[in-house]
């Protein structure tokens, strides 16, 4: 959030009289002995949203150069989860209502084990490594966020798919007594996400449970979320309940809800502008310029073979 103070010393002393220099002057140490204090009001106020810290997270081997991350309180107050509202700030204000315990994850579908976990023993079960990752929405902006989590192949293996196996679905709990926003009929719910098998198993793409070394906080998608970094944000979908491996492409909530500007693969591409508007620039909160957005997110040289010969175009 960026708090815009027109600075004391901006006035011009010709502008003011005797007296108003006097009320200038004191309104300059005011503001001063308020910005003073602001850094240490902003860190008691975000301490007291902060979860609880994780242990035993490996630090990311591989951080992504020159980039610093975004801070708690950018992550967790500027949030896209329509299940608590449509405005950027409604996820922070409504979704911490949402039990996230007890958790069930049903996998199912096109494997020799189906079942389900417990988050507890997710928790228990896969080693938990830091990732901070890009990430890049659809609308043009952009944060860096050091994730907590696995990776989804992890996960995966221990259902057994079958060779049958070619897509992975993914749905979001549905619940309209504890997500609010389903009453309305913004979206086809329960929010549903796919990727192809080999997009699933690669080893960028993780499960997150944590952020900056704590729980994962409700608006980020707690207590599991999908993180794919080379794609547009939709693709990482939050609180999920259910995960089915099947043979076909499996539908897409904004895939469905309007075909003509998001597609299944949506990858992060400068070159395929949304219909309605450039996705040349993003602009990364906390910062006033924009930076030109990068093939696959900054990740083409991790993923680029997975699409080799596919036109991005026409599988956008
Ligand atoms: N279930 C669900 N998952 C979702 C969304 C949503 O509305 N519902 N929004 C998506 C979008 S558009 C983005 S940009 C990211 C935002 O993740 P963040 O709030 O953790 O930054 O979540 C994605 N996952
Ligand atoms: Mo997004």
């Given at each position: 959030m960026l708090i815009r103070v027109r600075p004391g010393w901006a006035l011009r002393e010709s502008e003011v009289t005797d007296e108003g220099l006097w009320r200038a002057r004191r309104r300059f140490l005011s503001v001063a002995a308020g910005l003073a204090a602001a850094p240490a009001l902003a860190r008691a106020a975000s301490e007291a949203t902060m979860t609880a810290p994780l242990p035993d997270v490996r630090p990311d081997p591989a951080p992504p150069p020159g980039e610093r991350p975004n801070t708690w309180e950018q992550i967790t107050r500027y949030n896209n989860f329509y299940e608590f509202g449509t405005g950027k700030r409604d996820p922070a204000r409504y979704a911490g209502r949402l039990r996230t315990r007890p958790w069930t994850v049903v996998v199912e579908g096109e494997c020799e084990r189906p079942g389900e976990i417990g988050i507890e023993d997710i928790l228990r079960g896969f080693p938990l490594e830091e990732r901070i990752?890009?990430?890049?929405?659809?609308?043009?902006?952009?944060?860096?966020?050091?994730?907590?989590?696995?990776?989804?192949?992890?996960?995966l293996e221990r259902f057994r798919p079958t060779s049958a196996a070619r897509y992975v679905a993914f749905e979001t709990l549905h619940d309209p007594e504890r997500?609010?926003?389903?009453?309305?009929?913004?979206?086809?719910?329960?929010?549903r996400e796919g990727l192809r098998m080999d997009e699933?198993?690669?080893p960028l793409t993780i499960l997150a449970v944590g952020l900056h070394g704590r729980v994962l906080p409700n608006q980020n998608g707690a207590p599991l979320r999908l993180v794919v970094p080379w794609k547009y944000g939709?693709?990482?979908?939050?609180?999920?309940?259910?995960?089915r491996l099947v043979r076909e492409r499996p539908p897409t909530t904004w895939s469905q809800a309007a075909p003509h500007e998001y597609?299944?693969?949506?990858?992060?591409?400068p070159d395929v502008?949304?219909?309605?508007?450039?996705?040349?620039?993003?602009?990364?909160?906390?910062e006033l310029r924009r930076r030109p957005t990068l093939p696959f997110n900054g990740y083409a040289?991790?993923?680029a073979h997975?699409?080799?010969g596919m036109d991005l175009r026409r599988f956008f």
């Open positions: 990752y890009r990430l890049r929405c659809v609308e043009g902006w952009s944060m860096v966020i050091p994730w907590v989590g696995f990776p989804l192949r992890r996960l997500m609010p926003g389903q009453h309305r009929r913004i979206l086809d719910w329960p929010y699933a198993v690669h939709f693709k990482s979908i939050k609180s999920i309940v259910r995960i597609g299944f693969y949506a990858n992060v591409n502008p949304h219909p309605r508007w450039s996705q040349r620039y993003e602009r990364r909160i906390g040289e991790a993923v997975l699409y080799a």
